[in-house]
């Protein structure tokens, strides 16, 4: 592998720079569509799990109740769906028109949500407006983010172009690395906001449930 590395660097730094431009941005549209193909499959199959999961929790609970068993039926869920919820929470969301759809969105919102057991139903724990100001901030920071990881390219690439030493090779490495965090964390962010409101029906019903 060292090998295989040394050899790349070696013709990077033989060829003109436009050829090494060309070459990096290839390689990212790349690796971001191989990255798109690969969420989306793993997406696909999560669904289909869930789906299948929640399929049997329901045979089971409409045979036995879901009374007759809440700590068994918390723990499945948790197990299942890699989340916690009450016997409540798990009743508020088997009731719901479309079941599988709320689990998912709670669990990417749940930050921003809170159930409230005397009402049976869920309300935002942030106001509408902060919540449009975090979604906005976090598509901010994601557009800023991918000029950095632009610029973190360019940067590596000239370093090793012009034969620069091992520091600022790896400071631009460390620069490419630093932004795709800042994209994932973004990314995440303006989901977080996104499913917290889309679980309690868009923005104009979710205004009311604060």
């Known amino acids: 592998m060292g090998k295989f590395l040394g050899f790349l ?8 720079i436009i050829v090494g431009i060309i070459i990096g941005v290839i ?10 193909k690969i969420w989306n499959e793993a997406a696909s199959l999560r669904r289909s799990s869930h789906k299948e999961n929640l399929a049997s929790i329901s045979e089971i609970i409409n ?3 879901i009374d007759s068993h809440p700590i068994q039926a918390e723990l499945v869920f948790r197990e299942l769906f890699g989340i916690r919820l009450t016997i409540d929470e798990i009743r508020y969301f088997l009731d719901c ?16 949500i809170r159930f409230d057991k005397s009402t049976a139903s869920m309300h935002l724990t942030r106001s509408v407006k902060t919540l449009q100001w975090l979604q906005r901030g976090s598509i901010a920071i994601l557009f800023v983010s991918f000029i950095f990881i632009v610029l973190a390219l360019l940067f590596t690439l000239a370093a090793i172009f012009t034969s620069a030493n091992a520091e600022l090779i790896a400071t631009g490495f460390i620069g490419l690395f630093g932004s795709v965090v800042l994209v994932w964390l973004s990314l995440d962010g303006a989901r977080a906001v996104n499913a917290a409101v889309m679980l309690l029906g868009g923005w104009e019903k979710a205004r009311g449930r604060v």
């Open 27 to 36: 390689l990212v549209a790349v690796a971001a569509l191989v990255s798109w």
């Open 9 to 16: 660097t070696g013709i990077l730094r033989d060829a003109p």
């Open 63 to 65: 045979e036995h109740g």
């Open 97 to 112: 028109a479309s079941p599988l759809s709320g689990i998912i969105h709670y669990k990417h919102g749940y930050r921003y």
